[in-house]
């Protein structure tokens, strides 16, 4: 599965984004979709995930209460919401997938196969 993550930008903080994570070549049917982000100089980390059958969602406790997480089946797309945007949420965001994770494993990026190429996020103080 190839995976397109787009919608990043520069925003004031307080402010909102939306990201958009498309999958083309298969069905998201049965995959865990994850968003992680990765600030210069620190390790890619877990941000949120979404288990596309089921709906079943969890977040890191940095973004839990500003970020939602959401699928569109149909449009094989899922979403990153992000509100109340704070300066350290400066990363590249990137989404992931795949279909075999056990529930120690959805926050580890290295345990993805398939990965989009990152969209920069930029909060400004």
């Known amino acids: 599965v190839q995976l397109q ?23 998201f ?26 709906g079943s969602t ?20 899922v979403y990153l919401q992000m509100n ?3 300066p350290e949420d400066t990363a590249v965001y990137y989404c992931a997938a795949d279909r075999n994770l056990i529930l120690s494993e959805y926050m580890n990026p290295d345990q993805y196969d398939y990965w989009g190429q990152g969209t920069q996020v930029t909060v400004s103080s």
């Open 5 to 27: 993550a787009y919608g990043g930008g520069l925003v004031q903080a307080g402010g909102s984004l939306r990201l958009s994570c498309a999958a083309s070549g298969r069905t």
């Open 29 to 54: 049917s049965g995959y865990i979709v994850g968003w992680f982000r990765q600030a210069p100089g620190k390790e890619r980390t877990f941000v949120a995930r979404i288990k596309m059958n089921g």
């Open 58 to 77: 969890s977040y890191a406790g940095s973004v839990k209460g500003r970020f939602g997480i959401s699928r569109d089946n149909a449009k094989n797309t």
């Open 84 to 86: 109340g945007l704070k």
